[in-house]
C-alpha cells in the first residue's frame, strides 16, 4: 500500500509513493482476496473460436448488473484468459438482461468506505481495464439499458462501443461525491478531449444515445432487439474478417503510436509488419491481382 501524508483536508490522503507495477503487482494479489468476499453476481466469458469473437456479460440482473467485489475479479480473471487466447479477434463487453452496468454495487460501496481500501479497489480496477485495453483484439462495449459511474467507466476501457436506442450512460462519480475510480477519467479524455470530458464528468449528466453519437463517444447506434447480434456482426464484417495475426498487430500498432515514444513505437511497428511480410496472408493477397477500386 501506498505511504500516506498529511494534506491540508486531514481525511484526505495524500499518496507519496508509487513503487511501480512489480509492487503494484503483489498488492494485487492482496486486493483479489479481499474483494471476492463480497460476493453476489458472475462475470462470464465465452469464446466462439469460429469468429474468434470472445463476449463477456456482466450477470447481476437483480441490480442491473452492479458489479461487486467478487465480480471485478472475475472480471479481471477473464481478461487474464483472453490474454492467453491466441485466437481472438474481437470482444464484447456487455451486461445481462437488458442492461449494461449500473457501477458499483452500493451495497458493496458502504462496507469498503475508507481511502485505503478505495485506492486498493482502483488500483485492481486500473490493472483490469489497462489489460482490457491491451488485449490484442478490438473490442466493443454494448451499451444497453444504463450504463452508470463505474459502469460508464467500464465502457472507456474498449476501442469501441456501441448504444442502444434506449439506452443512457451517465459518469454519476461526481454524484456519488467522489471522481471516476475505474480509470475512467483518463480514458474519457483520451476518447473526447480534455474539453468534453470536463463537460461530461463535471455535469454528472446522463447523455442518451443521439447526445453520445454526436460528441463522438459512441460509434454505432443500434435498434434494442438483437442487439447483441447486431453488434457482434457489425464488430466481424467491420474489422475481423482479416487474418486473426494481421488483426492483432494493428491492434497492438495502434496501442503503441498512442501510448509509446514515437521511436520505440515506429521500432515495435517494424517488427511487427515484418513478422507478417512474405507470410500466407500476404502470398494469398498478392497472387489475387485484386483491384481496390
Ligand atoms: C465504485 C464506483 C462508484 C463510483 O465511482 O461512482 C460507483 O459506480 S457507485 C454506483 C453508481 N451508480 C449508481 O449510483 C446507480 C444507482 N441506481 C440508479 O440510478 C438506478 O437504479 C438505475 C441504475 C438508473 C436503474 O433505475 P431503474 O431502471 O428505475 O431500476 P431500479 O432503480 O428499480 O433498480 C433495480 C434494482 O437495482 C438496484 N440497483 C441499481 N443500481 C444499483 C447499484 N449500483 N448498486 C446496488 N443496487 C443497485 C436498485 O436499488 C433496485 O433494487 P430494489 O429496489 O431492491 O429492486
Known amino acids: 500500500m501506498a505511504a ?4 491540508s483536508c486531514s481525511w484526505i490522503p495524500r499518496f507519496i509513493s508509487y513503487r511501480g507495477l512489480s509492487s ?28 474468434g469473437i470472445a463476449t463477456i456479460s456482466l450477470n447481476n440482473p437483480g441490480k442491473k448488473n452492479a458489479l461487486t467485489g467478487k465480480m471485478m475479479v472475475e472480471l479481471a480473471d477473464n481478461i487474464s484468459e483472453l490474454e492467453t487466447w491466441g485466437g481472438g479477434k474481437g470482444l464484447i463487453l456487455t451486461g445481462t438482461e437488458g442492461s449494461f452496468c449500473s457501477g458499483g454495487d452500493l451495497d458493496f460501496v458502504k462496507k469498503v468506505l475508507t481511502p485505503e481500501l ?6 485492481f480496477m486500473h490493472d483490469t ?25 467500464l465502457t472507456t476501457a474498449c476501442d469501441f462501443r456501441t448504444m442502444t436506442e434506449s439506452a443512457r450512460i451517465g459518469f454519476v462519480n461526481i454524484k456519488m461525491g ?23 464528468l463535471c455535469s454528472g449528466r446522463s ?27 457489425w464488430l466481424i464484417k467491420n474489422y475481423c474478417t482479416w487474418d486473426t495475426e494481421i488483426i492483432r498487430r494493428v491492434k497492438q500498432v495502434t496501442l503503441a503510436a498512442a501510448e509509446m515514444d ?3 513505437s515506429l521500432a515495435r511497428e517494424r517488427i511487427l509488419f515484418s513478422q507478417l511480410w512474405g507470410g500466407p496472408a500476404q502470398k494469398a493477397a498478392v497472387s489475387k491481382n485484386l483491384k481496390h477500386n
Open 4 to 7: 500516506f501524508v498529511k494534506s
Open 24 to 51: 503494484l503487482n503483489s498488492n494485487l494479489r492482496d486486493t483479489k482476496d479481499l474483494l471476492i468476499k463480497y460476493n453476489g453476481g458472475t462475470v462470464d466469458l465465452v469464446k466462439d473460436t469460429t469468429t
Open 118 to 123: 478505495g485506492f486498493q479497489m482502483s488500483c
Open 129 to 153: 481495464l489497462s489489460r482490457l485495453h491491451q488485449l490484442p483484439m478490438i473490442s466493443v462495449a454494448l451499451i444497453q439499458g444504463g450504463a452508470f459511474g463505474g459502469g460508464a467507466e
Open 178 to 200: 467522489v471522481i471516476t475510480g475505474f480509470s475512467g477519467g483518463t480514458r474519457l479524455t483520451r476518447i473526447l478531449g480534455q474539453r468534453k470530458a470536463l463537460d461530461i
Open 207 to 233: 447523455l442518451d444515445c443521439n447526445d453520445a453519437k454526436t460528441i463522438g463517444l459512441v460509434d454505432l447506434v443500434i435498434p434494442d432487439m438483437d442487439s447483441l447480434d447486431k453488434t457482434k456482426s
Open 262 to 264: 514515437i521511436e520505440t
